[in-house]
T-cell receptor, first 114, second 115 residues
Framework: EAQVTQNPRYLITVTGKKLTVTCSQN?????MSWYRQDPGLGLRQIYY???????DKGDVPEGYKVSRKEKRNFPLILESPSPNQTSLYFC?????????????FGEGSWLTVV | AQSVAQPEDQVNVAEGNPLTVKCTYS??????LFWYVQYPNRGLQFLLK??????LVKGSYGFEAEFNKSQTSFHLKKPSALVSDSALYFC?????????????FGSGTQLTVLP
């Protein structure tokens, strides 16, 4: 089954404790992206990757890092989480670029930073 | 810069009645437009998209959307609403002529279909 898999789905952590949210897709997609969803703000893009070893900042990259060492994986790293990073996070993927191509989303990861 | 507006945070409709969820956009070129739906505790699911061609686009679950270039709108519609259609709906836009690669989402509209 074609899917985007995120882990963990739910996490409560403390301020400053590094964490990684993993994302994996099995559709051989070149493009992958991370979004955060906050009430009243919709989805805002954090980082995206057009292919292996190619990453770029989205609209809200501060406080986040990503890497794309393999095509299928695109982990999101919070080096020193802060409470304003409490949010619902989505990983997404699509074929090369998103021009006209459908983006597929993971189930989401609820992150709470206390 | 591209942007999307969903003017209604909440839409309520009775089951069996037609529904409309509004979306307007702003891009510098010809837009690619998308609708996604999010059910509780789930990721976003693709409903339909407009790339080119017929202004009326049909998608999943009986939904359709009409692209109106003069009004810069892409409203989502369904002739007869079901209780199971209750969810959060997102409109999104992509400007294919731009250098940015991201999809810009609206703030979302919560649709509630009342039995």
């Amino acid at each position: 089954e074609a899917q985007v898999t995120q882990n963990p789905r739910y996490l409560i952590t403390v301020t400053g404790k590094k964490l990684t949210v993993t994302c994996s897709q099995n559709m051989n997609h070149e493009y992958m992206s991370w979004y955060r969803q906050d009430p009243g703000l919709g989805l805002r893009q954090i980082y995206y990757s057009m292919n292996v070893e190619v990453t770029d900042k989205g609209d809200v990259p501060e406080g986040y890092k990503v890497s794309r060492k393999e095509k299928r994986n695109f982990p999101l790293i919070l080096e020193s989480p802060s409470p304003n990073q409490t949010s619902l996070y989505f990983c997404a993927s699509s074929l090369q670029g998103i021009v006209g191509n459908t983006i597929y989303f993971g189930e989401g990861s609820w992150l709470t930073v206390v | 810069a591209q942007s999307v507006a969903q003017p209604e945070d909440q839409v309520n409709v009775a089951e069996g009645n037609p529904l409309t969820v509004k979306c307007t956009y702003s891009v510098s070129g010809n837009p690619y437009l998308f609708w996604y739906v999010q059910y509780p505790n789930r990721g976003l699911q693709f409903l339909l998209k407009y790339i080119t061609g017929d202004n009326l686009v049909k998608g999943s679950y009986g939904f359709e959307a009409e692209f109106n270039k003069s009004q810069t709108s892409f409203h989502l519609k369904k002739p007869s609403a079901l209780v199971s259609d209750s969810a959060l709906y997102f409109c999104a836009v992509r400007d294919p002529s731009g250098s940015a690669r991201q999809l810009t989402f609206g703030s979302g509209t919560q649709l509630t279909v009342l039995p």
